[in-house]
Every structure is written in C-alpha cells, then in structure tokens.
C-alpha cells in the first residue's frame, strides 16, 4: 500500500513563498510520473505540476513560471517550491502519482492571504 505524507503549507502573504515536500513509500516510486494536485473549497481537486520519472515537467498555466516541481528518486519525495504566492494559490496540496493511485495523503493547507 503506498503512502503519501504532504508537509510544508502554512499562512503566507501575497508574493511569498512556501516549499512543500511529499515523502511516499513504495518501491515503484522512480518508475513513476509524479504530480501535485490542489482542492480548494467548493471547487475540484486540479493537477497544478508534474514531473515525469526522468525528471520532465510540466505546469498549469495559473501556476507557469511560478512553482518549481523536482523529485529525488533515492529518497522517494517529490517537492513543490511556490513563489509569488496570489491568494488564488489557497487550497489544500496534495501528491499523488500521475494518473493518481487511489490513496490519497491528508495534503498539506497552503493559505494565501494579508
């Protein structure tokens, strides 16, 4: 059974920035695309970045040129750096595998706000 452990949200203002980190467990971790997912309230979970096994990534465009996805296959943790943070930014973060396993971790509340 695979684990997701989300850390790092907290309350930041408008143009700061956060660093969460998702440690999983699991052998297949390497082989697999990666992603960080958000749900803000009232609305569905959307996919934000991926990163592929051998480390391609890709963005939404409310998030291009703004959050940085990386990975480290040894240690299994995928890592989402968010700069210039806009209060559309609030949600609760989450990890997952791209498509996405059926479990989920407890995700991490990232709060934009002054």
């Known amino acids: 059974q695979v684990q997701l452990v989300e850390s790092g949200g907290g309350l930041v203002q408008p143009g700061g920035s956060l660093r969460l980190s998702c440690a999983t467990s699991?052998?297949?971790?390497?082989?697999?695309?990666m992603g960080w997912y958000r749900q803000a309230p009232g609305k569905q979970r959307e996919l934000v970045a991926g990163?592929?096994?051998?480390?391609?990534?890709n963005y939404a465009d409310s998030v291009k040129g703004r959050f940085t996805i990386s990975r480290d296959n040894a240690k299994s943790t995928v890592s989402l750096q968010m700069n210039s943070l806009k209060p559309e930014d609030t949600a609760v973060y989450y990890c997952?595998?791209?498509?996405?396993?059926?479990?989920w971790g407890q995700g991490t509340q990232v709060t934009v706000s002054s």
């Open positions: 997952n595998a791209v498509p996405p396993w059926n479990v």
């Open positions: 990163i592929t096994s051998d480390g391609r990534t």
């Open positions: 699991g052998s297949i971790f390497s082989f697999k695309a």
